[in-house]
T-cell receptor, first 116, second 111 residues
Framework: DTGVSQDPRHKITKRGQNVTFRCDPISEHNRLYWYRQTLGQGPEFLTYFQNEAQLEKSRLLSDRFSAERPKGSFSTLEIQRTEQGDSAMYLC??????????????FGPGTRLTVL | GENVEQHPSTLSVQEGDSAVIKCTYSDSASNYFPWYKQELGKRPQLIIDIRSNVGEKKDQRIAVTLNKTAKHFSLHITETQPEDSAVYFCAAVSGNTPLVFGKGTRLSVIA
């Protein structure tokens, strides 16, 4: 499967614990996005990388959240001191940006986080 | 920033009928408009997209129209089938900025 993959697919944790999710993009894609989706809503942008550089962070991304893409390939999203409000589906998407045209994003299957 | 509104939130159609979902956007600089289909528990999948230099695009039973002046775009599904049942999301983006999604339309195709 050459699509975007995410691990784990499901994570249940207790409030206050730290969690880390991984995303592996399509191999030649230079851009990687993280989104959060809650029930009945569309995906909401969190942050994105072009190669290893983190170019933008949403105001939704509190200081408990941190993301990395150290070698410009896979990315990790860490949530520290989880809260019940962090329960959501965390989606990763990747794209190949060329020039100034908007890029087509392909999504991974998501990691469903449940904070008890 | 961009704001995307999507209507209706739910839509039920009889199998074989057409379904239309409409979205409006606020940023006149937006130039790329994808549509994603999301089945329960699965990833959003791109089904069709349109760029601002065209007014309509068609792919078999699916078509998208764009009215830049009015800042709205629509998804049209003809000859609906039960497997078309899913949540559909529209999105808009300007240049190399992140996608802004609508809240989704739950389409039910009744056999």
């Amino acid at each position: 499967d050459t699509g975007v993959s995410q691990d784990p697919r499901h994570k249940i944790t207790k409030r206050g614990q730290n969690v880390t999710f991984r995303c592996d993009p399509i191999s030649e894609h230079n851009r990687l996005y993280w989104y959060r989706q809650t029930l009945g809503q569309g995906p909401e942008f969190l942050t994105y990388f072009q190669n290893e550089a983190q170019l933008e962070k949403s105001r939704l991304l509190s200081d408990r959240f941190s993301a990395e893409r150290p070698k410009g390939s896979f990315s990790t999203l860490e949530i520290q001191r989880t809260e019940q409000g962090d329960s959501a589906m965390y989606l990763c998407a990747s794209s190949l940006v060329s020039g100034r045209a908007a890029d087509t994003q392909y999504f991974g299957p998501g990691t469903r986080l449940t904070v008890l | 920033g961009e704001n995307v509104e999507q209507h209706p939130s739910t839509l039920s159609v009889q199998e074989g009928d057409s379904a239309v979902i409409k979205c409006t956007y606020s940023d006149s600089a937006s130039n790329y408009f994808p549509w994603y289909k999301q089945e329960l528990g699965k990833r959003p999948q791109l089904i069709i997209d349109i760029r601002s230099n065209v007014g309509e695009k068609k792919d078999q039973r699916i078509a998208v129209t764009l009215n830049k002046t009015a800042k709205h775009f629509s998804l049209h599904i003809t000859e609906t089938q039960p497997e078309d049942s899913a949540v559909y999301f529209c999105a808009a983006v300007s240049g190399n900025t992140p996608l802004v999604f609508g809240k989704g339309t739950r389409l039910s195709v009744i056999a």
